[in-house]
Each structure stands twice: as structure tokens, then as C-alpha cells.
């Protein structure tokens, strides 16, 4: 299969390659800001900002690079070539796994940071599913009928140069039109476009849920710290352990406002009540029920940690594997050459790439100085007020590990020999220089 002969046998544009959608800045762009987003997502987890900035970074530029395939297929005289297609195919699929990655992980670093401290922007969200939904249509424009597919790039060609082109599939040259190749394509843009939309909603509507549930609790415990704890002098169930024939129900135990103990006298209810009962029984008082409840919530256990490293080992191994297949698909279709020149249009997109290398890292080490020095303030303030109160009280402040040492002729040192104001500020004043 000689792919040579495309520009010999037709026309000049037959199959010509258009550099600012699959050029190398292009794809050099988007092999960069999707691998700084993977490193911010294991390093960097504690700047949600500019983790989520990361990922919109990224999806902007898919998007712009999908919005210009488009153009350039159904406005552009050249229209799209067959393989201009197929690696724009395969490089937004490379932000799709990304994005399978981060939103796999997204409950875990919930979890383990706090819901309050990992949410899906609105911005983020639309992003995420305005890239899904155009990387799965193009995708299907693409695959479904892939011999015709250019309009202006094979209009009056002959031979037709989709005849020749190829997809990289571990090792293997497979034919374009392929049958098998095709319906499993088709597939896995439909069904992974709607899988994706549905589990980008999934996890915003969780972390918004999480969220509001943190808020509500932090403004319900300072509410309490402003009116004092409620108290509730209705009866409170007391935990028993399983019931036998030895041991008998002992009622509930209600607590007054003096803390005394009061205890009310069984139910006489009968079965039914020793059955309520038993399901208030903690878990550990019973070996047999703990093993059932154990062996119950196994499943849903279990498949967490699976599901966490099956997606995140298995994004990382698709994330290479689709660089792999972009970078063999140009050299497969012997379009090395033409990809490997560097035009206006592709400078642009590496211009996007500096806002992540450059911009995001600055503002991140700028943030981090503001933050250490505030905190350095709040440490020399309070031990400021904490000095001021040790010499009110008669103490002083021996050295900068915060020991305190009882001064003497003060009230905690009665044996030592009494020092005059002016020597206790004296004494005071060595010890802060």
C-alpha cells in the first residue's frame, strides 16, 4: 500500500495535509498540557485552582482544535484530509482519557482533601462537556463513512486518496474501510460520549452535594459557639449487647440536667421488643452479624480501591498508547515531513501551552511566598501577645522555644529574690534580643 502516489495521481490537493490541525506544534501542545495536568493531579492536589485550570486549559485547546477541523472540512475549498482527521481523532481521544483520569480520581481526592476543597467549577463542567460532545460528533462524522470523507480534499481525485490511508493498531496497517475497524469506532465514540457527559454530571452534582453539606455544617457549629450547645432532656436509647437468657432487656436510661442517671423499667412489649432490640446492637457485640455486615458491604468496598487504580493505571496506559498511536499514524501514512512544519497557526496553540508552563507555576510560587508570610505574621503576633501576657503575669520569657520559666520573687517562684518592675522589663528585653 504506497502512499506516495497520492499527489502523482491526482491533482495538487488531493489528500494534501494541513499542518495547522495535525502539525507538530499542534500535537506537541496538547501531549504538554494534558501530561502537566496528569503531574498536577498527583503533586499538586493541594491547589485545586490551578489544578482545575490545568484541565480547562486543556480542554480549550481540544475544543479550538476540533472547532478548526470542522471549518476546514464544510468551509475550506482544500476541505479536511482523511489523515488530518484521524489524528485530530486521535489526540482530542488523548484529552478524553485525560479527563477519564481526573474525573475517576476526583471522589478519591474528595475524600481524602475534603469535599469543600474539590469541586467542578460551572466553567469546568461546561468545558468538559462541550469537548465530549464534539470529540464524539466529529468522531462519528469521521468513522462513518471514512472512503468519503474530505468533501474538497478528494473532490475530482482519481484514484480516490482515502484508498490508501491506514490505521496503526498495535503494529498492524488496517485498512480504512475496514468493517470491524469501523463499527468499533463508531461505538466507542457514541457510547463513550454519552458516558462520559453522564459521569461529568455524576461527579459535579457530588462535589456541589458535598459541598453544601460541609457549609451547612460549618454554619450549624458556629451557630452553636454563638448561642451555646443545645440541650434535650428527652430519653436516650442505651446500647445493649445481644440479648440471651441470662441477660434481660434494662429499659432506657434517661440523663437529667444535673448529670444524674434515671432508669426506666422494661417494656413489657415482649418478642417483639427483645427483636428491636437486637437491631440497635453494634456490630463488634456480635461476631456472626459483624461477619454478615462484613460480608454485605465487601463488594462495595472492594470495588472502590479497584475501580481507583484500575482507572488511573488504565488512563495512564491509554494516555500512552494514544501518543503512540498518533505519532505512528503520520509516519504509517508516510506524512512525517509535512506534520513536521512549523506554521503561524501552530504557534498559537503553543502560546496556549505557556499559560501552564509559565503563568500557572508563577502564580502558584507566588501564592505559596503570600501564604508562608502570613503565616510567619500570625507566629510573631501571637508570640508577641503571648509575651506580653507572661510579663503581665510575672513570668518570663526565657528563649524562643517557648519555654516559659516563673520569674523570680513572682507568685509561682516564692523562694527566689523579688525583682523591681524596671529589672522584670530589663530581664524581658534581653530575652526578646
Known amino acids: 500500500m504506497d502512499n506516495s502516489t497520492f499527489l502523482s495521481n491526482s491533482t495538487s490537493n488531493c489528500g494534501a495535509i494541513n499542518t495547522d490541525v495535525s502539525g507538530v506544534g499542534v500535537r506537541v501542545s496538547l501531549y504538554a498540557s494534558v501530561t502537566i495536568g496528569l503531574i498536577m493531579m498527583r503533586w499538586f492536589t493541594h491547589d485545586m485552582d490551578a489544578f482545575q485550570d490545568a484541565a480547562r486549559t486543556s480542554f480549550i485547546t481540544s475544543i479550538a482544535l476540533v472547532i478548526s477541523a470542522l471549518i476546514s472540512l464544510y468551509t475550506s475549498a482544500q476541505g479536511l484530509a482523511l489523515v488530518d482527521a484521524l489524528v485530530v481523532t486521535a489526540v482530542t481521544s488523548l484529552v478524553m482519557a485525560y479527563s477519564f483520569i481526573v474525573g475517576s480520581q476526583g471522589t478519591s481526592y474528595a475524600q481524602s482533601l475534603g469535599t469543600n476543597r474539590f469541586e467542578l467549577t460551572f466553567t469546568l463542567l461546561f468545558t468538559a462537556i462541550l469537548h465530549t460532545a464534539l470529540w464524539a460528533v466529529f468522531g462519528i462524522i469521521v468513522w462513518g463513512n471514512p472512503i468519503e470523507f474530505g468533501r474538497g480534499a478528494i473532490y475530482g481525485c482519481n484514484p480516490n486518496p482515502n484508498d490508501n490511508v491506514v490505521f496503526w493498531l498495535f503494529g498492524h496497517m488496517i485498512s480504512i474501510s475496514n468493517v470491524g475497524l469501523r463499527r468499533f469506532a463508531l461505538f466507542a465514540f457514541s457510547a463513550g460520549g454519552a458516558l462520559s457527559i453522564g459521569w461529568t454530571i455524576t461527579g459535579f452534582c457530588y462535589t456541589r452535594r458535598g459541598k453544601r453539606r460541609v457549609e451547612a455544617a460549618n454554619i450549624d457549629v458556629a451557630r452553636m459557639r454563638a448561642e451555646g450547645q443545645p440541650t434535650n432532656d428527652e430519653d436516650l436509647p442505651v446500647e445493649h449487647h445481644r440479648l440471651n437468657s441470662i441477660r ?75 501518543i503512540v498511536t498518533t505519532e505512528s499514524l503520520i509516519t504509517a501514512n508516510k506524512q512525517r515531513d509535512p506534520t513536521n512544519a512549523l506554521t503561524f497557526g501552530q504557534i498559537l496553540s503553543l502560546v496556549l501551552l505557556l499559560d501552564q508552563i509559565v503563568f500557572q507555576p508563577m502564580t502558584q510560587m507566588f501564592n505559596s511566598l503570600l501564604e508562608r508570610a502570613f503565616e510567619k505574621q ?49 530581664a524581658s528585653e534581653r530575652a526578646r534580643s
Request: aromatic share 8%; hydrophobic share 35%; no cysteine.
Open 248 to 322: 434481660q432487656p434494662i429499659g432506657l436510661q434517661r440523663v437529667s440536667d444535673d448529670g444524674a442517671s434515671e432508669q426506666k423499667p422494661p417494656s413489657t412489649a415482649g418478642p417483639q421488643n427483645e427483636a428491636a432490640l437486637e437491631a440497635q446492637v453494634p456490630p463488634e457485640f456480635d461476631e456472626g452479624q459483624a461477619l454478615g455486615n462484613r460480608f454485605k458491604r465487601f463488594p462495595l468496598q472492594a470495588f472502590g480501591p479497584i475501580w481507583k487504580y484500575a482507572s488511573g493505571w488504565g488512563g495512564i496506559a491509554a494516555y500512552i498508547y494514544l
Open 378 to 426: 500570625k507566629e510573631a503576633r501571637r508570640r508577641e501577645r503571648g509575651r506580653q501576657d507572661d510579663v503581665r503575669n510575672g513570668k518570663t520569657w526565657a528563649d524562643p522555644s517557648h519555654r516559659i520559666t516563673d520569674a523570680p520573687g513572682s507568685a509561682n517562684n516564692a523562694t527566689g529574690a523579688a525583682l523591681s518592675p524596671a529589672a522584670q522589663i530589663a
